[in-house]
Each structure stands twice: as C-alpha cells, then as structure tokens.
T-cell receptor, first 109, second 112 residues
Framework: GQQLNQSPQSMFIQEGEDVSMNCTSS?????WLWYKQDPGEGPVLLIA?????ELTSNGRLTAQFGITRKDSFLNISASIPSDVGIYFC?????????FGTGTSLTVIP | DAGVTQSPTHLIKTRGQHVTLRCSPI?????VSWYQQVLGQGPQFIFQ???????GRGNFPDRFSARQFPNYSSELNVNALLLGDSALYLC???????????FGPGTRLTVL
C-alpha cells in the first residue's frame, strides 16, 4: 500500500510563529488532502490539492502539491492556540484513502 | 445540515465478544468508509461501501465485516475481539465521485 511519511513528528512553537510541515510518499499521487484532528474527534478537512504545483490557501493555511507529485507541504502562519492538534496528509487512490503518520502541533501561549 | 454521526461514542467489551458500530452519513452522500485509528497513528482504511456494495477493503482480517443499508447508513461488525482491536473507529462519507470525505466523531472501543 501507499506509504506517507510526515515530518516533523511533533512541533512545539510559540503563539504567533509560523509553522511548516511536509509529507512525502513512495508513489505518485493525484490528490493531496490535509486534515486536522483534535483529541477525541474525527479528522476535519483543511485543504485539498488536485494538480502538481498547485498552491492553495485557506485563511492562515497554505498548502502546495509538489511538482514531483510525491510530496506536499502545509504552512500555518501566525499560529494561535486553537491550531493545536494533529495534522495528517492523505491521498485518495482508487477506493482507498491513505493517511500519513501525522504531525502533532503544540502552540505555547 | 447534520454531519456524519456515529454510535455509540464509547464502548467497552471483553476479549472474544462481538461488537457492532453504526454510522449515518451526511444527507446525500452515498459512500461510507470505515477506518481504525490506534492511539498515536493515522487512520487505517478498513472498508468502503457505495450504493450498498463493497468497493474497497483494507488489510484487516475476516473478523471485520460491514454492510450498508438502503438509506446509506452503515454498520461495522467485529467478531472475536482481541485486545489489539482497541481503537477509535471512524466513519467517513462522501458523494460518489468526490475526492474528499467527511469524518464522524468516531466510536472509542476498548477491549479488556
């Protein structure tokens, strides 16, 4: 199956700082999805990317679909306490969704 | 509109027992998928159903089964529970051709 590796595994940052995390795959993807999961909740879709090189923003979040189609990054600008959670990248291949290993973000007020 | 709903929210079972988890998709969504999320890991795909037919299956043993009803709700069944089945079970729904899916809050299963 697909392997999605996310880095870093965890991050501790000060409120107001910018954050960058990335995801790499062992295969070429047609779609990159970024989800955020709060404790005890299901993942919530943040951004969907459909074309190589595509750069998409959602408020303070920006994500890019790598031109090799094997990677993607997610940036969060001016972090706030509610950004705390686990961020997952995911891909939809055929009828299966594959999720990455996750990046845990802690924002220190 | 209501999002994806799942029941129960929490469940405690003992080894060897059977469990049934339920999911209602977003209105208009005909595709339902099930995932298992062990603590500290990303969700692992178990099944996808579309129009009551199984369209995808992940690498899970035959103890795991599912079905989808005419109203597009779905059940996940797990037989002969093992300690390792303890996890958050997530249901997600989407429209047939969409690439994005929407998750429910999950059912937390604890096997003792």
């Amino acid at each position: 199956g697909q392997q999605l590796n996310q880095s870093p595994q965890s991050m501790f940052i000060q409120e107001g700082e910018d954050v960058s995390m990335n995801c790499t795959s062992s295969s070429i993807f047609n779609t990159w999805l970024w989800y955020k999961q709060d404790p005890g909740e299901g993942p919530v879709l943040l951004i969907a990317l459909y074309k190589a090189g595509e750069l998409t923003s959602n408020g303070r979040l920006t994500a890019q679909f790598g031109i090799t189609r094997k990677d993607s990054f997610l940036n969060i600008s001016a972090s706030i306490p509610s950004d705390v959670g686990i961020y997952f990248c995911a891909d939809n291949t055929g009828n299966q969704f594959y999720f990455g290993t996750g990046t845990s973000l802690t924002v220190i007020p | 509109d209501a999002g994806v709903t799942q029941s129960p929210t929490h469940l405690i079972k003992t080894r060897g027992q059977h469990v049934t988890l339920r999911c209602s998709p977003i209105s208009g969504h005909k595709s339902v998928s099930w995932y298992q999320q062990v603590l500290g890991q990303g969700p692992q795909f178990i099944f996808q159903y579309y129009e009551k037919e199984e369209r995808g299956r992940g690498n899970f043993p035959d103890r795991f089964s599912a079905r989808q009803f005419p109203n597009y709700s779905s059940e996940l069944n797990v037989n002969a529970l093992l300690l390792g089945d303890s996890a958050l079970y997530l249901c997600a729904s989407k429209t047939g051709g969409a690439d994005t899916q929407y998750f429910g809050p999950g059912t937390r299963l604890t096997v003792l």
